[in-house]
């Protein structure tokens, strides 16, 4: 089992920044993706941001050029920098963490709110 604690949501108005973070912690392995993504009521869960842990990120094209994923292996930790947020990024955000490799090791956070006031 592995647990997600994240931190960091809130209530911001647009144009400003918020930072996520979401520690991992249990049976972590080694070849992973911890990765970022929102959802607003009535809607599917979607991609926001995702980090492997060889290096490579991914990023929605709505979120390009304004949102960083970044991580600390040695923490089991991933961070979402939010800059120039719009009303339209108000979701909850929920942190993941998954094996490379296998579809069975897959976990979620809790979710954490992020509401942009325009």
């Known amino acids: 089992q592995v647990q997600l604690a994240e931190s960091g949501g809130g209530l911001v108005q647009a144009g400003g920044s918020l930072r996520l973070s979401c520690a991992a912690s249990?049976?972590?392995?080694?070849?992973?993706?911890m990765g970022w993504y929102r959802q607003v009521p009535g809607n599917q869960r979607e991609l926001v941001a995702t980090s492997t842990s060889d290096g490579r990120t991914n990023y929605a094209d709505s979120v390009k050029g304004r949102f960083t994923i970044a991580r600390d292996n040695a923490k089991n930790t991933v961070y979402l920098q939010m800059n120039s947020l719009k009303a339209d990024d108000t979701a909850a955000y929920y942190c993941?963490?998954?094996?490379?490799?296998?579809?069975?090791?897959?976990?979620w956070g809790q979710g954490t709110q992020v509401t942009v006031s325009s």
């Open positions: 993941n963490f998954r094996a490379m490799y296998s579809k069975d090791y897959n976990y």
């Open positions: 249990g049976a972590i392995v080694s070849f992973n993706v």
